[in-house]
């Protein structure tokens, strides 16, 4: 096997998480390079690592053009990042959000179209964009996919998906967190995405959002917190919950179906163990036997999905999750700013591109103040 070179784009703290996973698929994939807007932060992770490092990612594209680019730089630069790699040859992986913004995610999937792509993630030779949204890939998520498609548990009724999390005003005083420009968003946009997105990957596409955000504590730009309820186009209903201010953390799904209630409880990854099945009355054995008898043995970290991505690059096929499938879960989360915003029920017609809310997730600026509760207005003025 001929392993797919690999860089890296960014030094921070996910970087390390994706070079420790790239290691142990080392037979798999050789990482030659990493860049930084901070030449010195690049070198020192270029010698941490053994690699070598760019001063700028232009320098490094003119030297060599890798097979696949890591893309792990803060949110802002997603998209432009992604898009000069595509038009240099590369494949990229990003890290969650893929974008700022619908507009910015159709401007990628455009770029991918132009260079091989293809509007709908087919294309022969690529270069390819795929989206890290790592929660896909664990066994038990493919196991319950596999279980909904051949209709063993019924109709979806009724989901619960709480992210939960706390972070301290420290974190958020770090300058690109939790304005707009350069995060996209709070934890409805940076931290709640990955359940999010395990939550449209497993009941399809949402037909209506109604919400509030709140910027209940802490002093930024962004929501600290978000609620929302979503209708899906299979007539599911869901909860959302997304909050940064949760002294216990949890990240907690749960799916309710004619014949069983599956459920989900960890925090930044899962394992088999995490899981837990209920079967209806009457239900158990069939059930049971089905869901003892999927996929099992992989958690859902970095790793899993890197190995599908590197898999797809070596069979000439668009790797997981390209740009159309990421669009759904962008989707959802520029629903449920539009629908706080806006103070009513929105659908997905409604965020079209002569929306404010496809351009940015606050919708320009339309109803900031609506964010403040009464004792932090203006707190992040």
Same mark, same amino acid.
């Given at each position: 096997?001929?392993? /797919?070179?690999?860089?890296? $784009?960014?030094?921070?703290?996910?970087?390390?998480?994706?070079?420790?996973?790239?290691?142990?698929?080392?037979? +798999?994939?050789?990482?030659?390079?990493?860049? !930084?807007?901070?030449?010195?932060?690049?070198?020192?992770? #270029? &010698?941490?690592?053994?690699?070598?490092?760019?001063? /700028?990612?232009?320098?490094? @594209?003119?030297?060599?053009?890798?097979?696949?680019?890591?893309?792990?730089?803060?949110?802002?630069?997603?998209?432009?990042?992604?898009? !000069?790699?595509?038009?240099?040859?590369?494949?990229?992986? $990003?890290?969650?959000?893929?974008?700022?913004?619908?507009?910015?995610?159709?401007?990628?999937?455009?770029?991918?179209?132009?260079?091989?792509?293809?509007?709908?993630?087919? *294309?022969?030779?690529?270069?390819?964009?795929?989206?890290?949204?790592?929660? =896909?890939?664990?066994?038990?998520?493919?196991?319950?996919?596999?279980?909904?498609?051949?209709?063993?548990?019924?109709?979806?009724?009724?989901?619960?998906?709480?992210?939960?999390?706390?972070? !301290? +005003?420290?974190?958020?005083?770090?300058?690109?967190?939790?304005?707009?420009?350069?995060?996209?968003?709070?934890?409805?946009?940076?931290? #709640?995405?990955?359940?999010?997105?395990?939550?449209?990957?497993?009941?399809?596409?949402?037909?209506?959002?109604?919400?509030?955000?709140?910027?209940?504590? =802490?002093?930024?730009?962004?929501?600290?917190?978000?609620? %929302?309820?979503?209708?899906?186009?299979?007539?599911?209903?869901?909860? $959302?919950?997304?909050?940064?201010?949760?002294?216990?953390?949890?990240?907690?799904? =749960?799916? !309710?179906?004619?014949?069983?209630?599956?459920?989900?409880?960890?925090?930044?990854?899962?394992?088999?163990?995490?899981?837990? @099945?209920?079967?209806?009355?009457?239900?158990?054995?069939?059930?049971?036997?089905?869901?003892?008898?999927?996929?099992?043995?992989?958690?859902?970290?970095? =790793?899993? +999905?890197?190995?599908?991505?590197?898999?797809?690059?070596?069979?000439? /096929?668009?790797?997981?999750?390209? %740009?159309?499938?990421?669009?759904?879960?962008?989707?959802? $989360? &520029?629903?449920?700013?539009?629908?706080?915003?806006?103070?009513?029920?929105?659908?997905?017609?409604?965020?079209?591109?002569?929306?404010?809310?496809?351009?940015?997730?606050?919708?320009?600026? &339309?109803?900031?103040?609506? @964010?403040?509760?009464?004792?932090?207005? *203006?707190?992040?003025?």
């Amino acid at each position: 096997m001929t392993p /797919t070179t690999v860089a890296i $784009v960014g030094t921070g703290s996910i970087a390390r998480v994706h070079m420790e996973a790239l290691q142990t698929l080392s037979d +798999q994939a050789l990482v030659s390079a990493v860049t !930084d807007i901070d030449a010195a932060k690049a070198a020192e992770f #270029g &010698a941490r690592y053994g690699i070598r490092s760019h001063p /700028t990612l232009a320098g490094l @594209l003119a030297e060599h053009t890798p097979d696949l680019m890591h893309i792990c730089t803060p949110p802002g630069s997603h998209a432009s990042v992604a898009i !000069d790699c595509l038009r240099a040859g590369s494949s990229v992986l $990003v890290e969650k959000p893929p974008a700022l913004s619908l507009e910015e995610m159709h401007a990628i999937a455009a770029a991918a179209a132009r260079t091989g792509q293809g509007s709908t993630g087919q *294309g022969s030779d690529g270069p390819w964009f795929a989206s890290v949204f790592q929660h =896909r890939f664990g066994s038990g998520a493919q196991r319950l996919k596999r279980l909904i498609h051949d209709g063993v548990l019924g109709r979806p009724l009724l989901a619960v998906c709480s992210t939960t999390w706390f972070r !301290d +005003q420290h974190y958020f005083d770090e300058p690109w967190r939790g304005r707009w420009e350069t995060e996209g968003g709070g934890p409805t946009m940076g931290h #709640g995405i990955h359940q999010m997105d395990l939550l449209a990957y497993l009941l399809g596409d949402w037909a209506e959002i109604s919400a509030i955000v709140r910027r209940q504590a =802490r002093r930024m730009e962004t929501e600290d917190l978000s609620l %929302a309820h979503v209708t899906f186009a299979s007539g599911a209903v869901a909860s $959302v919950i997304n909050s940064v201010l949760s002294p216990r953390e949890e990240s907690y799904l =749960r799916f !309710d179906f004619e014949k069983a209630t599956v459920e989900l409880t960890h925090l930044y990854g899962y394992r088999d163990d995490d899981w837990r @099945l209920t079967p209806a009355p009457g239900c158990a054995d069939d059930v049971t036997a089905a869901w003892n008898a999927g996929l099992h043995g992989i958690s859902s970290g970095h =790793r899993a +999905q890197f190995a599908e991505v590197l898999r797809a690059l070596r069979e000439h /096929t668009p790797p997981p999750v390209t %740009a159309d499938s990421a669009l759904g879960t962008m989707s959802m $989360v &520029a629903g449920i700013y539009a629908a706080a915003f806006r103070g009513r029920p929105v659908r997905p017609a409604d965020l079209g591109p002569s929306s404010p809310f496809y351009q940015r997730m606050d919708g320009n600026g &339309a109803g900031l103040t609506t @964010l403040c509760s009464p004792n932090v207005a *203006g707190a992040a003025r």
